[in-house]
């Protein structure tokens, strides 16, 4: 199957989108949090800063999953937001997972793999087909200014807590509008094994957040973002967005973003304006879009692509080809054509049209495997 590269999501069409593109440390910061979950084990969250050294063109690094290990993800950071990635990622067993000829593989699939500019990143597990052996792992990288792990260790998961902290920018809306949508994510995800902690909506009144780009190397974006929460999942409801966003239901900062480190990537925009009749905000179709980013923030794909020719990599998702369902002939896959084909999903890479959804259509499932990517992520307790 091929990956989804489109992080955005909108009512109709895909208007625009942020792509991952292709685009030495010593120092080690490590932080750790330990907290209860619902199946009683203890699970901790650990980031720390991995050395590197230069060989051959490439930088080198190694580091240890214990024999608790769950889950965690490896970025690669480059300041000036030039292009970086990984080139390999070798398991205790010596198999790279970033080799195309491997089985499973993360190549072409990971922003890791495929490159970014100034940040990208390798989660294991993306799917149930990986798991975190227990042991050495190491890798190459290309150029970067550091490297930093943030490991998961504690017992496999039976259920999940994720930690949400929503901000609202702009004054047409207030916290308080926000609370129907966010009661909607809520109930999406509890209906699907994850319970969400949502935490209080901040404001941010500094006018400049009111319209941003979707762009998060952008400055005036990477300034939001960064005041995120290093604990929890960040989702920035924006009253805009600038430029040639505007129409953009939402977008996410990677598939995943990062986890756990302050940084332009740790977090999503949602756009009220875009959800909104007036002052009126359609808190379903926004909780959809909220619970859709948020899925692509933790490492979900879109179950199936705009051109009905690339595929999520979770293998109990439905699919809605091109060849089959592109009624219209106009090579892009609405909701209505691939109803009963995924269209049902959260990830499914557009909304239902406004007919479908006074209907009483929803987005609002997700599948075992799915699940079980986010129940496994390194945020989760």
């Known amino acids: 199957m091929k990956i989804k ?47 590197q050294t230069l060989e051959d063109g490439y930088y080198t690094g190694s580091f240890v999953v214990p024999s608790d290990g769950v889950s965690f993800i490896l970025s690669v950071f480059k300041d000036n937001n ?18 195309s000829s491997s089985t499973p ?4 699939v990971s922003s890791g793999s495929l490159g970014a500019y100034g940040y990208a990143n390798i989660l294991v597990p993306q799917s149930p ?22 490991l998961r260790s504690g017992t496999a998961p039976t259920s999940a807590t994720i930690v949400v902290q929503p901000y609202i920018t702009g004054t047409t809306w207030a916290a308080d509008d926000l609370s129907a949508t966010l009661s909607v994510m809520s109930s999406i995800y509890s209906a699907n094994g994850i319970i969400l902690s949502v935490n209080s909506t901040i404001t941010i009144s500094d006018s400049q957040f009111a319209a941003v780009s979707g762009t998060f190397t952008d400055p005036t974006t990477s300034a ?16 805009d967005y600038s430029g040639s966003w505007s129409g953009i239901l939402g977008n996410a900062a990677g598939i995943p973003g990062s986890m756990g480190i302050a940084n332009a990537w740790n977090g ?17 179709l926004l909780g959809e879009t909220a619970a ?11 179950t199936t692509e705009q ?38 999903n959260v990830m499914f890479w557009t909304a239902w049209s406004s007919t479908s959804r006074s209907a009483g259509k929803k987005q609002e499932t997700l599948s075992s495997y799915q699940q079980q990517v986010l129940k496994y992520s390194p945020l989760a307790k």
């Open 5 to 51: 590269l489109f992080l955005c999501r909108t009512a109709f069409f895909l208007l625009s989108a942020s792509l991952f593109t292709v685009s030495g440390c010593s120092k080690k910061e490590t932080s750790t949090a330990t907290t209860s979950s619902s199946d009683n084990s203890t699970p901790t969250f650990a980031v720390s800063e991995i050395n």
């Open 82 to 99: 030039g292009s970086t990635a990984f080139y390999t990622l070798i398991d205790p067993d010596g198999t790279d997972l970033l080799n």
């Open 307 to 344: 051109s009905g020719t690339e595929f999520d990599i979770i293998t109990d998702t439905a699919e809605c080809p091109k060849s089959s369902w592109d009624n219209d002939s106009n090579g892009q896959m609405t909701a209505e054509e691939c109803e009963g084909y995924g269209a049902e």
């Open 224 to 239: 939001l973002v960064t005041q995120g929460s290093t604990a929890a999942v960040n989702l920035f409801f924006i009253e």
């Open 292 to 302: 859709h980013e948020m899925g692509h923030q933790l490492g979900l794909f879109h």
């Open 268 to 284: 999503v925009l949602n756009s009220l304006s875009a959800h909104a009749s007036g002052t009126t905000l359609d808190a379903q």
């Open 129 to 150: 087909s990986f798991s975190v052996k227990a042991g050495t792992w190491s890798f190459k990288a290309y150029s970067n200014d550091r490297v930093k792990l943030a």
């Open 105 to 108: 593989t993360l190549s072409g």
